[in-house]
């Protein structure tokens, strides 16, 4: 049983940060990629950052130098710290891990960025 656990969203005003973290647990191996994506109310699910075992990282367009994704591989955990938060990055914030074949989700966290 695989979980991830993700953390940190919430409420917070335009310009403001917020960073979010998700750590997975059980029986996991060999994580290739950690990424986040994002949902929003009566939008499709879209990818936000990704990051490889490598490092490498991929970025939406909308987010490119506003947000770092980053990881700590000892401890199975990814991160995204998301700075000058815009209205429009108002979401459900989705963890994702790819094991080899297979593919994980969170729970999703709530992200509110209020004008």
């Known amino acids: 049983q695989v979980q991830l656990v993700e953390s940190g969203g919430g409420l917070v005003q335009a310009g403001g940060s917020l960073r979010l973290s998700c750590a997975a647990s059980g029986s996991i191996f060999s994580i290739n990629f950690m990424g986040w994506y994002r949902q929003a109310p009566g939008k499709q699910r879209e990818l936000v950052a990704v990051?490889?075992?490598?490092?490498?990282?991929n970025y939406a367009d909308s987010v490119k130098g506003r947000f770092t994704i980053s990881r700590d591989n000892a401890k199975n955990t990814v991160y995204l710290q998301m700075n000058s938060l815009k209205p429009e990055d108002t979401a459900v914030y989705y963890c994702n891990v790819v094991a080899g074949s297979y593919d994980y989700w969170g729970q999703g966290t709530q992200v509110t960025v209020s004008s």
């Open positions: 990051i490889d075992n490598g490092g490498s990282t």
